[in-house]
């Protein structure tokens, strides 16, 4: 029908429009009777750039899908949507239709803005309820209910000359968007739409539309349909990146198996019973809209539950918790609050979560109704919370006295348009610095955003130290499981405190006060982990100094084992440590402060430490940790009794901090390194200036320091960042210039170590009337063979030449 109109479209020029997306409209604000181009502004024209002619739709209150309006189609009304001739992206456009009995309808999609100059694709709605769909010179048929809504999406991806059309949630067809109506050539591009009163011959046209979106396409994160994997495979090894156990095990009896019991789609689904305890890791995003759905069954006389977490890391801050109760009910938990919804038994229903973090909103939708929309930040026991989405956990939980079993399916995780993290990137990546003795200096560290949301950070100077060694560590193991019921320390309802405390003083690292208290479990036997978490600004003052010893308050022990662990960690995030650095074996006395010796002292950097101990409670009322009387810092009350870290202050009858302190001694080393400022907000696409500095003074000449300027920020893949920075003391003149050597240890005793930023021709040794001991261009020099006393060596470089004096001991 339209190709009959092309002669006349070529003649009609059409400016560029400046839309941006995305673009939604249910046609509530305009006035009913009046025209849809003349009212919408750029968005809307027709089809002979004429708003407000009978080319012009006209907004009815007939039918709507939505509230009260929608936009109706007939007579020569000719319609155009400007999509902005698009080249490149991926788009989502989708509308709802109505079309009465009796009558038919038509729409097509264009390349171009200016219409008639390409056809995308043509689609007639016949007055049957029969459709035919047109591209390539291929006529493809499909069925739409009458008097009634139903839904057109387009998924048009102009990177993969790609296309779907879905018609009343079916799918029609798939091809190249490049694609004509009328052949299998044209422009890769995405022009516009036209609604216009068209029909088979013989047929009247008439239709209405309603709630049109056009936006960029969600980006698919992940779709797990389980039909990939074996029978009984366990679901977490099989896809270990996007799936785990809360003890962090997979292929044991917390993982998900596969079966073909039942499916929502094909053959295959996981299943969640007994013991499972199941992790969906979403990658604790803090920006961006996200779809996350699944479906699930749910067998008569069974039940379910499952929660979202905050955090990736399992038990950190419960979202909110959701049981499917076995007579078909079900319950959610947010914000302290409870919200009831119904559920079908024996039959697939969706579980649908709508999460918009820019907005701190999330919609639940169970089964097609709207369970509750609230802030995601909340937690499921309180209205405070990380506004952070971390992960699902699939667990075979259920209301007491009832058996959780049930399946779940098709799992589709979505993010709206692009990804709106932060990114950070810095420039230079690396620092290798040079001075003479006292010399001192600044560079430039340049900070970006390449993301697409506001990048926050800070530094922290960490200084590597040589000789850094610790003794052997064995994999962490992970004790305990959780259940719905938290089981929760108490504290000791008779405490007697100690009457002698450790004298504290400026080198011993702790928050407590003097003992008052200690705190057990009911439930036994539970394995626990406390700690202390020491930040960056309280180790960077003793950095160069070593943790020599620990004390610690034990109160109760167990009538039999109560051998413990030292655990030392180094930096993690900002809810739980990072690698194991040592961990050392001890019994204690009890009831009173342990002083445990460490084997190897374990240096401090300047980064960030985790400092406790781990021991198992295998008797029921007794209360081994001790505490001091608050209140409480929140670094000083860190508890893990499973794989996750929590504040046992969680607990508000518990506001203590843990008898933990770390002796150090030693001397501090001279801190050359320094960053300014050492915190900063970046834009997207925007960048600052850090100011890093450099002072040799009180350093040694032909040395060689590293230290790192370690970046913390909210790039939820790239939380932590290390910057490299080396800066080498030389003692060289070459002939016209500096050149940058370092020469180190000086005075040597075996080996000599050059560094150098340029490449090394040769190095000789002189003695010091000029006579040349030896010659290599190696980095690395054996001097274990030369007589004691000062001799000369001479670097030459692609960039120049440089001479100074070592000490042979």
Known sequence: MRKLLLFVSLFIWWGASAQTLPYTDNFESYTTGGYLAQQSGDWWTTWSNAPGTAEDGKISEAFSHSTS????IEGTNDQVLKLGNKTTGHYELKWWMYVETGKGGYFNIQHFETPGVEWAYETYLNTDGSGTFTVGDVDYTFTYPKDTWFEVVNDIDLDGDNAKITINGTLVHEWPFSYQGGSTTGTLQLGSVNF??????????????????????????LWE????YAVDAYLAVSNPTWFTTWSGAPGTAEDSKIKDTYSHSTSKSAIIEGSTDLLLKLGNKVSGKYDLSWWAYVETGMAGYYNIQHFEAPGTEFAFEVYFNADGSGLMTAGDVDYNFTYPKATWFEVKHEIDLDADNIKLTINGTLVHEWPFSYQASSTTGTKQLGGVDFFAGAATGETPKYYFDDVLYTQAGASTDPIISVDPVSFNLHTNAGGSGTEILTVSNIGASDLTFNTNIIYVLDGKKYAAVMPEQNFGTKSISKVEAVADPTPSATTWNPVTDDVVLHYDGDNASAVGW?????????????????TLPHAGMVISSIDLMVNDLNAGNNEMSIVIYGMGSSYEPGELLYTQTFTPFGNSWEHIVLTTPVNVTGEELWIGYTFTQSDAGIYIPGTDAGPNDPNGDWIKTGIAWSHLSNNTALPYNWNIRANL???????????????????PDGSTELNVNYDATDLEIGNVYEGIIRFLSNDPETPQLDVPVTLGLYDGI???????????????????????????VEVRILNLIGQVISSSNASTLNVSELPTGTYLIQVTTDNGIANMKFNKN
Not at 665 to 683: D, E, F, N, R
């Open 225 to 228: 349909n389980m039909d990939a």
């Open 665 to 683: 001694t030693g001397t501090p080393i001279p801190h050359w390194l320094t960053v300014s400022p050492t915190s900063g907000t970046v834009a």
């Open 734 to 760: 070459d002939e016209g210039s500096k050149v940058a050597v370092a020469v180190y240890p000086n005075p040597a005793n075996d080996v000599l170590n050059i560094r150098t930023a340029n490449r090394i």
């Open 196 to 221: 216009y009163a068209g029909a088979p011959t013989g047929e009247t046209p008439k239709y209405f539309f309603d709630d049109l979106s056009y936006t960029a396409a969600p980006t698919t994160l």
């Open 69 to 72: 309006k929608a936009v109706v």
């Open 522 to 538: 009911n439930s036994v036997p539970v394995t626990a982990t406390v700690a202390a978490r020491f930040l960056n600004q309280h």
